[in-house]
């Protein structure tokens, strides 16, 4: 069956945004974090950079899939890395237990906050919603992500337009004294922004089924980077209306509902992250299902349904001990940042170098020949 353009051009990029947003920019912290201390303009810029990193390495990454039918982590890192693929799976499964730590926590505080309910149940419903999802495998975790976008695009959209409404002239006046004092920082904030999420990608390879042509891989990979960071765009500059005194807030979304004044889109904001979360956390360990699938298949056997939502409550639940053991603020501080630089090592510098010559090499054998 022939894929539809949306399955082929703006379905990996929807994916890849629900991967992203939930793991990245969703409470503001990570926007302040890397973009925040140089205003405004500055934060535009790297966050520039980040995007246009995003799209040529997802393009390489949907090509490199399609060419060899590496629609899961474990093949696509064989193909790329040969024996070594080993060490991103290691890399992976400790940055998989990190943040489902992280998910589960932050989504259970956010249903507590909007129901009342007992933390541990919240957990525990979070944790069971996302197996629920698994278990009816790549279908339906492709049709929630995809059109949960839309509504994911219109609540932001509607904070960015309510920001503005109340805040249009602080922004304004942020924007106008705001300027460009390190370019080069900022640039460097902006790769290592990208390589921090740069994971997500992997998270999405099975979607490249859908990719027919290097065109559609190119196109895809392309439109990715926008569809993901344009969200991340408007709402850095609605965070805005109140720089620099929210760059210093825990969950910089929050002030700024908060300062809204608006108890109803409060709530209504805070059960789409929930939902957010939930959308990242199937995307996450279904690569994983993915993974598990492929050997498998290559042992003659098919993935059980029940399996793919035992993977899920394995894993959140060692996440959830690790947490509690280690410390969730523990685990944040020390594992993200060393994962950032280890995915741009072992993915993002080998898709971009060896995986494109590999790509092109035929090519050039055929004119050679």
């Excluded at 991103?88 to 129901?115: D, R």
Aim: hydrophobic share 55%; charged share 10%; glycine share 12%.
């Amino acid at each position: 069956m022939r894929s539809s353009w949306f399955s082929r051009y703006i379905l990996p990029g929807f994916i890849l945004k629900a991967a992203v947003i939930g793991g990245g920019y969703l409470s503001g912290r990570e926007l302040e974090q890397y973009f925040g201390g140089q205003g405004l303009l500055g934060g535009l810029l790297g966050m520039g950079i980040a995007m246009i990193v995003w799209s040529c390495v997802y393009a390489a990454t949907l090509e490199f899939a399609r060419l060899h039918h590496s629609y899961e982590y474990r093949s696509f890192f064989r193909n790329l890395l040969g024996q070594g693929w080993v060490l991103f799976e290691v890399i992976y499964i400790v940055m998989l237990l990190t943040s489902m730590a992280v998910f589960t926590s932050v989504a259970g505080n956010i249903v507590q906050s909007v129901t009342g309910w007992p933390l541990v149940l919240c957990e525990v419903g979070f944790m069971t919603a996302v197996a629920i999802l698994l278990f009816f495998g790549t279908r339906l975790v492709e049709g929630f992500l995809s059109g949960w976008s839309f509504v994911l695009y219109s609540a932001f959209g509607l904070l960015v337009i309510l920001a503005f409404a109340k805040f249009g002239h602080r922004i304004v006046d942020n924007l106008r004294a705001a300027s460009i004092s390190h370019p080069g920082y900022i640039v460097g904030q902006g790769f290592k922004y990208a390589g921090y999420n740069i994971v997500a990608m992997t998270a999405v390879l099975f979607c490249a089924r859908h990719i027919r042509t290097r065109a559609d891989a190119i196109l895809a990979g392309l439109l990715g980077g926008p569809l993901a960071m344009i969200p991340g765009i408007f709402f850095f500059v609605a965070l805005g209306a109140f720089d620099p005194q929210i760059r210093i807030q825990t969950v910089p979304v929050e002030y700024l509902l908060g300062r809204l004044g608006l108890p109803a889109f409060r709530y209504a904001f805070l059960a789409m992250m929930a939902v957010t979360l939930l959308g990242t956390c199937c995307a996450l360990i279904h690569a994983l299902n993915e993974r598990i699938s492929e050997s498998f298949l290559a042992n003659g056997r098919v993935l059980p349904s029940w399996a793919r939502a035992a993977t899920a409550g394995v894993t959140m639940i060692i996440s959830v001990f690790a947490a509690a053991k280690f410390g969730l603020v523990a685990l944040v501080a020390r594992g993200y940042g060393i994962m950032a630089w280890a995915f741009i090592v072992v993915f993002m510098v080998p898709v971009l170098v060896w995986g494109i010559w590999k790509m092109v090499r035929p090519a050039k054998r055929l004119a050679l020949g």
